[in-house]
């Protein structure tokens, strides 16, 4: 099937948003500039870092622009002279104000990674694997002036596995969502799109990450950290303290067989204090939790690289005895 060609604005920033830009760029269309957030200091030397979306865009010689705001007029004229069909939002960091929205022919689409209403905001992908979601997907919507709460044009799913990371659900959804936004261009092109309102009522939203959340909270069951501990996964790290210490907490699970708590394991755990080790040896590090009890296989001590729990007793072991309580 032919496809029109239509005069592409992106604005987005992060990896994620790179990898729907290069699907973009690999199609028919024709994008015409990239907006990005401002070069961002990173790394232990602070230097300024261009997003992936700025690196990708150059690249292909597409005009970068970096504005701190767009409710300025310059702004707003220098996005109306682009001339654009449509503007394709992608984890874009700014607000974009109702004249923004309107300048494009078709306006501005946005690729959301949840199924709206649920998630809506900053970190859908780690608070649907948090909350212990077993499914989720990406929602290309018709941009309003709300939160994430315009018309949907294209839903496309995917499961949460057990195992699921915030890493490895960024990936899936990265790879549904590119072919669900060329659809979406191609029925725009085609005249073809049949918005669906969304249930308002049933919205929910998914607050920005911050670093003091990922701190353990012992009292919790062990399943509940559990999908902590595989959401913060790559960032912010879930984490737990010993001795002063902070304790980076990579990988873990629930203490279960064929889906049910070790009965013995979660006798043994009721009468200790959440927090304390009942266990220790190369099978992982066996934590009292709240309800249950959380096997770390995978940890990160202070100003050393993640490792294995047994690469960690052949070093550590009199300090992470059963009895020992972390915090």
Not at 46 to 64: G, M
């Amino acid at each position: 099937m032919s496809i029109k060609p239509l005069r592409i604005v992106f604005a987005g920033t992060p990896e994620f948003a790179a990898i729907h830009l290069q699907a973009l760029l690999d199609s028919q269309h024709q994008v015409i500039a990239a907006y990005t957030q401002p070069d961002r200091p990173s790394g232990r030397g602070r230097k300024l870092t261009p997003s992936p979306v700025k690196v990708l865009a150059e690249a292909h010689q597409i005009p970068v622009f970096q504005p701190t705001s767009l409710k300025s007029e310059e702004a707003q004229t220098e996005l109306a002279s682009l001339n654009a069909d449509v503007m394709v939002v992608v984890a874009y960091g700014l607000l974009l104000p109702k004249i923004i929205l309107e300048t494009p022919h078709y306006g501005c689409i946005n690729v959301h990674a949840s199924l709206l209403p649920k998630w809506r905001g900053a970190a859908p992908i780690q608070r649907a694997i948090a909350a212990g979601d077993k499914a989720t997907g990406v929602t290309i919507m018709q941009m309003d002036v709300g939160l994430d709460t315009g018309d949907m044009l294209t839903i496309s799913e995917c499961e949460i596995s057990d195992q699921e990371t915030g890493g490895s659900l960024h990936d899936k959804l990265a790879e549904i969502g590119s072919p669900a936004l060329l659809k979406t261009l191609q029925q725009i092109a085609d005249g073809q799109l049949q918005p669906k309102v969304q249930d308002h009522e049933n919205a929910s939203y998914a607050h920005k990450l911050s670093k003091q959340e990922a701190h353990i909270n012992w009292e919790q069951s062990a399943t509940e950290l559990d999908c902590l501990i595989r959401a913060f996964n790559p960032w912010p790290i879930a984490f737990t303290e010993l001795d002063g210490q902070r304790i980076r907490v990579w990988e873990a699970k629930p203490l279960a067989v064929n889906g049910k708590s070790l009965a013995i394991l979660s006798a043994n755990s009721s009468d200790q204090a959440p927090g304390t080790i009942i266990s220790a040896n190369k099978e992982g590090l066996d934590i009292a939790c709240g309800n249950g009890t959380l096997r770390i296989t995978r940890l990160q001590l202070p100003n050393s690289k993640s490792m294995s729990v047994q690469e960690l007793l052949n070093s550590r072991k009199e300090q992470f005895q059963p009895g020992v309580k972390l915090s």
